[in-house]
Structures are given as C-alpha cells and as structure tokens.
C-alpha cells in the first residue's frame, strides 16, 4: 500500500471523526451551550448541509488549482475550524464553526475519490476507493470512542480540540509524501459533460438511494447516545464502547462491500439494502435489551456501510467519461440525506415520538431504496445500455 494512499486515508480519518463524533458528545455539548438536545441535533443536519452544498460548490471554483495544495489547504481550514468549534462560546457560532468545516470536508472527498484511484494501478482501484471511505468507518473505531471519551472526562471542548491536533498532523503528513502533480489532469475537464452524466438514470438514481440510505441511518444515529441511555437503560460511560462496536461493525462492513462490488455489483447492492431494511426493523425491537442491541449495532453498522462502495462504483462506472462532478455529488447526496435525517429524527422527537420508534424511519426508507434500485436495473437491462468508457486524460 502506498504512503500517499495511507496519506489521503489519514486526512479522510480525521474529516470523519470531526463529522461522527458529535453524536457521542451531543447531550454533553446540548447542556453546556444551554439547549435542547433535538436543538444540538441540527449541529449533525448544519454540518451535512455545508457539505452536500458548499463542498461540489468549493470543487468548482478551486477546479483549476494545484491538487496537493487544495488538499493542504483544506488541511489547514480543517485544523483552523476545529479550533473555531472549541471556542466557540453559544450555539450559533459553534453551528458557524462546523458549517465552515463541513464545506472543506465535501470538497475534500470529491477530491480524494479521484486522487486515490490516480495513485493505484487500474486493477486495484476498487480497492482505493474503499480505503478513502474506511477513513470514515475507521473514525466510528477509533476516532468517534475516543472522542467521546475525551468529552466525558474533560468536557465536549476538548474533543474538539483533540480533532483539530489530530487534522494537523494528517495535513504534514501530506505534505511530505503525496506527490506534488497527483491528479494534474483533474481540472482539465468540460463542465457541459460533467453534467449531462447526471441525467443517466442509473447515476441518478443512486443518488437518490444514497439520501434515502442516510436519512434511514441518521434519523437514528445521531439521537443513539440518548437512546441507549433512555431506552436500552444503558450508562452513559458505556456509550463509547457501543460506538466502538458500530465502528468494527462499520469497517469490517465497507470492505466487504468493496469486495462485492468487484464481485457482483448490482446483485450485491440489492441484498445490503434488504438486509438493512431488516435491521432497521430489528432494532426497533431489540432497543430495550443491552445484550441483543449491542449484538444489532454492530450489524446495523456493517450493513449500513457496506452499501457505500457498490453503490459508489455503479455510479462512477456509468460516469466514467466524465467523473468529477459525479464524484464530489457521492458526499453531497449522503450528507444531503444527513442532514434530512437529522432533521427528521429532531421534528419527530419535539412532536412527542419517542427515541425507540426512530430506527423504523429506517425500515421505510431503506425500503423505498431497494425498490429503486430494482426498477434501475430493470430499465438498465431493458435499454441494453452499457457503462461509457473512460475519456482520455487529455480529453477530460
């Protein structure tokens, strides 16, 4: 494995931290901003917006710039931002903090989704994209646990500013062994064609899957610290280590999705999204016993990311004459449905729906998805169409 691949896996380690760890320290960071914890929620839906709009937006308008030193960059901002959300003294300039962090981390993985397979040979480019997207799963391991800890023995600040440290030292360790013309013929690409890729059915409708998927998830997610507390009877100190759970669950979940997408792409995608609509129903149930929840969590956290990479490489499969845009969309439309689900878990729980009837907003959405997915791969094999291949570097 090359070192400017781990490199690129360190600085999407530390974006997915900043990103997850909230919800272990939610009920921390409500109390001491002085606000509900359905309130502290839109932290989570502040943060996918920024993403899902200011990220592809950044994508454009660095579009022309060196690829190394927009990510060192982003890097630096993400380090500053981290600083900004640990100082910040109310909630609306810690809602601004994350906000201006969420922006760097969309443009950062539209980036990283490229680079990384510019690093790989062509046969192992399946394997690169999983690796940028294991950042964020090894962040529910390690980085989420810790975080949350950290929170809970020295207070939410200080998660933040373990963050910023760890942003840091990924952004130096970039600077010494990414190569300085990594994806130089990125920004060379025709805007036109980026965007007539996104009316292909099977790119737009993963899209929508992709939203739907985690607006499933995060309705459920991003309340799970105070529903194992006040559904499970859990203690607060154990919470880190049923996010750690997730995290081994999440993990072990993304390569095994990648390796069914080199495998049997769309048949695959088809049986993760089934078999989470049956988790998300399991969950619902098994919500009361410490036992069998932790056991469903770290289902739950497999499936859930399992889905990425099949779904990713369907998408950028039939975007393959023209990635870029498509690329930086694959975050957008996760956060996207992010911050939806947070939003929808919060309006739910303000109107008086308890935290253990959250995971069957799953079971419907993830419902919906293996529908669309289906009806995809009827009209694909109905039109007889196939993926475009690649254009030339030079083209692009």
């Not at 530390?14 to 502290?40: R, W, Y």
């Not at 990220?55 to 380090?79: E, I, Q, S």
């Not at 003294?89 to 760097?104: D, G, Q, T, Y």
């Not at 990648?258 to 993760?272: K, Q």
Request: hydrophobic share 55%; glycine share 12%.
């Amino acid at each position: 494995m090359s070192l400017p691949l781990i490199a690129l896996f360190l600085v999407a380690f530390a974006f997915g931290t900043a990103e997850f760890v909230i919800a272990g320290v939610l009920p921390d960071v409500a109390l001491g901003l002085g606000v509900s914890i359905p309130m502290a929620g839109f932290l989570v839906s502040g943060y996918a917006i920024g993403i899902a709009v200011g990220g592809p937006l950044l994508t454009l308008v660095t579009k022309k710039l060196n690829r190394k030193l927009l990510v060192l960059l982003l890097g630096a901002g993400f380090t500053l931002g981290q600083a900004l959300c640990a100082s910040a003294p109310n909630f609306e300039l810690l809602m601004l903090a994350r906000i201006f962090v969420s922006v760097l981390h969309g443009s950062y993985f539209g980036i990283a989704f490229i680079l990384s397979t510019n690093i790989v040979p062509p046969e192992r480019r399946g394997f690169a994209m999983a690796l940028i997207l294991a950042g964020l799963t090894v962040s529910n391991i390690l980085g989420v646990p810790a975080g949350t800890a950290i929170g809970n023995a020295f207070g939410w600040r200080t998660t933040f500013w373990a963050v910023g440290a760890l942003a840091l030292v990924a952004t130096l360790i970039i600077a010494a062994v990414l190569p300085a013309n990594t994806g130089a013929s990125t920004g060379q690409g025709s805007l036109r064609r980026e965007f007539t890729v996104l009316g292909r059915q099977q790119v737009a409708t993963s899209l929508i899957v992709s939203v739907l998927v985690m607006v499933g998830q995060y309705s459920l997610f991003t309340y799970i610290a105070p529903l194992l507390t006040d559904v499970t009877g859990l203690d607060s100190q154990a919470i880190p280590l049923i996010l750690l759970l997730y995290g081994i669950g999440s993990t072990i979940g993304v390569f095994i999705g990648g390796r069914l997408a080199d495998w049997r792409l769309l048949p695959s995608l088809i049986v993760v999204l089934a078999i989470q609509t049956v988790l998300f129903t399991g969950l619902y149930f098994v919500s009361p016993y410490p036992v069998a929840m932790s056991i469903m969590v770290v289902l739950w956290g497999g499936a859930n990311f399992a889905f990425g990479s099949p779904l990713q490489s369907r998408m950028l499969m039939w975007a393959a004459d023209a990635p870029n845009l498509t690329s930086s969309l694959i975050p957008t439309g996760f956060n996207l449905g992010i911050a939806i689900g947070a939003f929808l878990g919060a309006s739910l729980l303000d109107a008086g729906t308890g935290y253990r009837a959250l995971p069957l907003i799953g079971t419907i959405c993830l419902a919906l998805s293996v529908i669309i997915i289906i009806i995809s791969a009827t009209l694909e094999k109905r039109s007889g169409a196939r993926p475009p291949r690649p254009a030339p570097a030079e083209a692009r």
